[in-house]
């Protein structure tokens, strides 16, 4: 089993940043790739970005040139750059031993709350 504890969630007005970061623990040695999806009220779950072991990256098209994934063996960070109202949503990590970008996922963290203000 992997832990996955998302942190750096929070209140940010349009235009800003944030830096998300998730920190994986247990069964490391199973993880390939990590990314990071959210899901805003009434919306379904989609993938923000993803990476793999080997750093290959992979970005939803509304957040490309804004956002940037990030990894260790053990963590993935995502920094947000140029918020925009729609960014709001929960985020959750995720992780897996597959080497397929798109999922699916088999780890999820319990999310963190992104508000983006006007």
């Known amino acids: 089993q992997v832990q996955l504890v998302e942190s750096g969630g929070g209140l940010v007005q349009a235009g800003g940043s944030l830096r998300l970061s998730c920190a994986a623990s247990?069964?490391?040695?199973?993880?390939?790739?990590m990314a990071w999806y959210r899901q805003a009220p009434g919306k379904q779950r989609e993938l923000v970005a993803a990476i793999s072991l080997s750093t290959r990256t992979s970005y939803a098209d509304s957040v490309k040139g804004r956002f940037s994934i990030f990894r260790s063996r053990t963590t993935v960070s995502l920094q947000m750059k140029s918020l925009k109202l729609e960014d709001t949503a929960v985020y959750y990590c995720?992780?897996?031993?597959?080497?397929?970008?798109?999922?699916?996922?088999?780890?999820w963290g319990q999310g963190t709350q992104v508000t983006v203000s006007s």
């Open positions: 247990g069964s490391i040695g199973s993880i390939v790739t």
């Open positions: 995720a992780a897996g031993p597959r080497a397929e970008l798109s999922g699916p996922y088999d780890y």
